[in-house]
């Protein structure tokens, strides 16, 4: 898949979405903080290719050094792409749901998408977007 930059007016701070939570949106994708009651924080979900650098810069602005770790709620390629750069530049661990394991680790290519579920514009271009499973060792 070619890498096209991501358009600085793409990103978007969503502040305090909740008590503890902030967001970030790039593009169509969003990533989240959550604070700990110690102070400490975990990211939600690593967003798209080449938005490591938005992630970041966003992290340092809105939380007190390294998160906790990294925690994806699937392995979609808009919620994983930043996740191996990001940890390793953290040193933090990758977490996400036992079954997610084979879409993340390279073994298996999630199923072909329902364009029909949902409804939405999303829904419609599924059938488009990239299915190839990531390889994160860290995970």
Known sequence: MDRVEIPEDQVLSM??????VEGLRI???NVFGI???DGTWTLIDAALPMSEGYVRRWAEKQFLGAPRAIVLSHGHFDHV???AE???HWDVPIYAHPLERP???GQQEYP???PGAGGGLMSLLSPLLPRAPSTLVRV
């Open 35 to 37: 604070t700990h009651p």
């Open 27 to 29: 593009t169509f994708v």
């Open 112 to 114: 072909p998408p329902n």
């Open 103 to 105: 879409y993340l680790t």
């Open 86 to 88: 990001l940890a390793d």
């Open 15 to 20: 502040r305090e979405i909740a008590p503890g």
């Open 81 to 83: 792409s930043s996740a």
